[in-house]
């Protein structure tokens, strides 16, 4: 394969924006980057964050998926679209939505268009707290543990309570869903035109991470187990089938209708899609024995294992093991952090809360001056809270914080937990809340790492990708230094649209496996952070100030 020969297309769907990256298929060059946020989620359409209510519409997901592969094919090479071979993509997870029987999700129907029970709901909305503990209750009331195979504990965040949550919110749209599907699933369906829900290609990234599917189970736990949660979902059930699929399979050619939209060749192959954290692992080096850490609003903390011989062991407390949801032939885990990058941006805004709604009111000052001042203020905060926060001595830390702003993910999932913070005296300052911020942040990585090694699932080195691991070189080391091993940042800014185009490139051919095309195309190595042994004592006293901290926070929750 020659350099400028082929190319692949890599479509990567975060919290709030679409990113395309055209890569060169022999070499992993990106030779067309595009980025460009959702329109109706930017200005916070369908959302609640007091009632933990986050939803987006399907329009803004076909909306940027026009103008990023078209953004991007502008800044290629000439010619470079009548050169790609496939194309693959990634989205946030679970992020669902209920769907009529032609793959069309509900709100883009004229009866239900903007209501928020038919949008997709995204990973980060925890409205189905409810729904989770029935279906926990239920899933461990039987001879069969159904959510043995997803750390024992189903998530709020995950497919089936929210499909349920959506069904409470409104019987209506309950009544017209013929299926719910994940965000990753509708973009094949759309790319390809499948407009029959038997011939879906369903993600074995989502559907085992998210929905309950085990091969040992044979697909979906059986019908009565749903219907004991809520008859209605027997039928979403049924439209499941038994069968999911790995991402380096395709899920069919691309349609002659997305072809013209996005102004490249129809008929390539669109590979099966998957979770951004997973697609974005293998671009950013995933291995036995190495994690990456995902670092964005939230973390997602994938690595992979060999295959059993015997029977699968269950790993507590995370966010489920898969047969080849990362890569094909290996055991895929994940774990992460409810919030992260999102901690960090709760700082922010609370210290900016002054800008926001006094500056604009501040007498003598021109409007654009005023305009002018916020934006240069809110875009140098958290680097002068970094630097600042780098003078303090960690042995000298006198504050102690939890990371759970947004509940707890792994390991043990629980929505309903809250965040902490003690210590503070009339002393406190804004610098050393956010060193204890990032000292949380930190610790709950580090829980992390403990949970997999206490389960046999060996971390030996940590692989950092995403926002925050290119941006903070603070918290990298607090990471480093806390969990006590080196983390590697890639050399990429768009590492989980680079993983996607490497399964574009397997899907198409091109590879004869993803491990080939992991090794030709993955981003290299771009710093290492290496922990300061002599701070060991020091964090390991701050660490077991952290979980004394927590079982207090979780304790008392209990005992309300």
Same mark, same amino acid.
């Given at each position: ?116 029970? =038919?949008?997709?709901?995204?990973? $980060?909305?925890?409205? +189905?707290?409810? /729904?989770? #503990?029935?279906?926990? @209750? %239920? !899933? ?15 998530? =709020?965040?995950?497919?089936?309570? $929210?499909?349920?949550? +959506?069904?409470? /919110?409104? #019987?209506?749209?309950? @009544? %017209? !869903? ?383």
């Amino acid at each position: 394969m020659r350099h400028g020969e082929h190319y692949v297309l890599g479509l990567d769907y975060g919290s709030d924006s679409c990113r395309a990256v055209l890569v060169d298929a022999a070499t992993g060059e990106e030779v067309g980057v595009s980025v460009m946020p959702y329109p109706r989620w930017t200005q916070g359409l369908y959302c609640d964050p007091a009632r933990n209510q986050f939803r987006q519409h399907p329009q803004d997901y076909q909306d940027t998926l026009i103008g990023t592969v078209r953004q991007a094919l502008a800044r290629a090479p000439a010619g470079a679209a009548d050169k790609i071979r496939g194309i693959a993509l990634d989205t946030t997870g679970s992020t669902p939505c209920l769907v009529d029987e032609h793959c069309t999700p509900l709100s883009l129907t004229p009866h239900f268009a903007d209501n928020p029970a =038919a949008l997709f709901i995204l990973w $980060k909305d925890h409205s +189905a707290v409810a /729904e989770a #503990a029935l279906l926990n @209750e %239920a !899933a461990h009331a039987g001879a069969t543990d159904w959510t043995q195979f997803v750390g024992g504990i189903y998530s =709020a965040e995950w497919f089936w309570a $929210k499909t349920m949550r +959506a069904f409470k /919110e409104d #019987a209506t749209v309950a @009544e %017209a !869903a013929a299926s719910t599907i994940e965000h990753c699933d509708w973009m094949t369906a759309l790319l390809t035109g499948t407009h029959d829900l038997a011939a879906l290609k369903r993600s074995r990234c989502a559907m085992g991470h998210k929905a309950l599917w085990h091969r040992t189970f044979g697909g979906y736990p059986p019908a009565s187990f749903f219907v004991g949660l809520d008859s209605r979902l027997e039928k979403i059930r049924a439209s499941l089938g038994t069968q999911t699929y790995t991402s380096d399979q395709s899920a069919g050619p691309l349609c002659e209708q997305w072809a013209d939209l996005l102004g490249i060749q129809a008929g390539i192959p669109v590979a099966v899609g998957a979770y951004d954290a997973h697609m974005g692992a293998v671009g950013g080096g995933v291995g036995i024995g190495r994690l990456v850490r995902v670092m964005g609003t939230s973390t997602c903390d994938i690595t992979v294992g060999y295959r059993p011989h015997g029977p699968e062991k269950p790993v507590r407390g995370i966010c489920g093991q898969v047969d080849g949801s990362v890569i094909p032939g290996f055991i895929g885990y994940e774990a992460g952090q409810s919030s992260f990058g999102d901690v960090y941006a709760w700082f922010r805004d609370l210290l900016l809360y002054p800008v926001h709604t006094l500056l604009p009111e501040a007498d003598g000052i021109a409007l654009e001056q005023r305009e002018s001042i916020r934006r240069d203020i809110a875009a140098k905060l958290i680097p002068r809270l970094e630097e600042e926060a780098a003078k303090i001595d960690p042995a000298a830390s006198a504050l102690t914080a939890l990371d759970w702003l947004n509940g707890r993910r792994s390991p043990d999932a629980n929505q309903k937990l809250s965040a902490a913070l003690t210590g503070l005296t009339l002393g406190s300052s804004s610098p050393e809340i956010y060193r204890a911020l990032a000292h949380a942040t930190a610790f709950g990585a580090r829980a992390i790492v403990e949970r997999f090694n206490e389960e046999g699932v060996p971390i030996k080195s940590i692989i950092g990708i995403g926002g925050v691991a290119r941006k903070s070189p603070l918290i990298m080391q607090i990471l480093a230094d806390s969990i006590g091993m080196p983390l590697a940042i890639p050399a990429h800014d768009q590492t989980v649209a680079l993983g996607a185009a490497i399964f574009a490139a397997v899907a198409a051919g091109l590879y004869p496996d993803l491990i080939s095309a992991q090794q030709a195309l993955a981003s290299p190595v771009e710093k290492t952070y290496s922990p300061n042994q002599a701070l060991k004592p020091v964090y390991d006293t701050l660490y077991r100030r952290y979980r004394e901290l927590g079982e207090w926070v979780e304790g008392s929750l209990k005992s309300r």
